[in-house]
């Protein structure tokens, strides 16, 4: 059935940025990175929407099992980042699906710049509903999209109508944790009425009303707060050395509000109350 027209708004509006790839290109130029000459590793700074970056995003790979001319589908693929990652190091076709019109505008944007646009598609769509054809990729994908989702195992469903028999499918997720709801607002939600999280334990089961075999649910909430703390004592260290702050794009893409979204993702995960989870299925031959 998909999501109603608000549930789409919603999304988008807490997504949807004014002239994103510009200030994207000003920021990386900050660094002195030169927007003629930005390699994809450049973008990853920048376009890796979840928790742990980059080591969130080599987890999820490291569990697909991939080789090379596979097609992975990407469910919620934001800016594009895991997805380029996939196609360029592990040169597997992506198809990047996701429902906010600036992210999939950018995304292209990026890929042509970097003459990925053969192998990386996107798609802007809704992971409830994807309307791609059944049974047609390898490996599904979904990395910290679902926590803006109500219905997860309408996209669980999803993932398994698009896979081959003997395809897996991964999610790299923020979940609910043991001590109950977050504060707010956080990196994906300004408000709790746009966050869903359920138990990691229920997207699990929910995946296997889908039909998929569990092969694996691991906890990632200590590397993420291992990740977290070192990433502020980064920050404070530059600050007393008097060096220019790391190179990041929270401000851009979460706005005004994102030291406090920040601060609360800190304090949710220190009193256990957003837990962090990898979860691979598979299904049946
Ligand atoms: C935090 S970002 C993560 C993006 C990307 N997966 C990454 O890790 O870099 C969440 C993304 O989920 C997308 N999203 C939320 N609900 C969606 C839906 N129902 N269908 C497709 N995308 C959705 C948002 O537009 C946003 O781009």
């Given at each position: 059935m998909g999501l109603s027209m608000t549930d789409k708004v919603s999304v988008e509006d807490h997504y949807g940025r004014a002239?994103?790839?510009?200030?994207?290109?000003?920021?990386l130029a900050e660094h002195g990175i030169a927007e003629t000459t930005a390699a994809r590793a450049d973008f990853s700074v920048i376009d890796q929407m979840h928790l742990r970056g980059h080591l969130g995003t080599e987890d999820v790979i490291a569990a697909l099992a991939l080789a090379p001319g596979m097609r992975v589908l990407d469910l919620g693929a934001g800016l594009g980042g895991p997805a380029r990652v996939l196609a360029d190091v592990h040169g597997v076709h992506v198809t990047a699906l996701d429902l906010t019109s600036e992210f999939c505008a950018v995304s292209r944007a990026i890929n042509a710049r970097l003459g990925l646009d053969d192998r990386v598609t996107v798609v802007e769509g809704d992971a409830t509903a994807t309307g791609l054809p059944a049974?047609?990729?390898?490996?599904?994908?979904?990395?910290?999209?679902?926590?803006?989702?109500?219905?997860?195992?309408?996209?669980?469903?999803?993932?398994?109508?698009?896979?081959?028999?003997?395809?897996?499918?991964?999610?790299?997720?923020?979940?609910?944790?043991?001590?109950?709801?977050?504060?707010?607002?956080?990196p994906w939600a300004g408000?709790?009425?746009?966050?869903?999280?359920?138990?990691?334990?229920?997207?699990?089961?929910?995946?296997?009303?889908?039909g998929f075999q569990t092969l694996e649910l691991r906890d990632l909430t200590e590397?993420?707060?291992?990740?977290?703390?070192?990433?502020?004592?980064?920050?404070?260290?530059?600050?007393?050395?008097?060096?220019?702050?790391?190179?990041?794009?929270?401000?851009?893409?979460?706005?005004?509000?994102?030291?406090?979204?920040?601060?609360?993702?800190g304090r949710n995960l220190a009193e256990g109350r957003v837990s962090v989870a990898l979860g691979l299925f598979k299904k049946p031959e």
């Open positions: 002239d994103l790839l510009g200030r994207l290109l000003a920021r049974g047609s990729f390898d490996r599904v994908v979904t990395i910290h999209a679902c926590m803006n989702i109500p219905d997860k195992a309408a996209v669980y469903r999803e993932a398994f109508r698009a896979l081959k028999p003997g395809g897996l499918f991964c999610f790299y997720d923020a979940a609910l944790g043991p001590a109950g709801e977050p504060y707010y607002p956080v408000r709790p009425a746009i966050s869903h999280l359920i138990r990691p334990e229920a997207m699990a089961a929910a995946a296997e009303e889908a590397e993420t707060k291992a990740w977290s703390a070192e990433r502020r004592a980064e920050a404070t260290r530059r600050e007393a050395a008097g060096e220019p702050p790391p190179l990041q794009s929270g401000d851009i893409l979460m706005g005004d509000t994102g030291p406090e979204k920040m601060r609360n993702m």
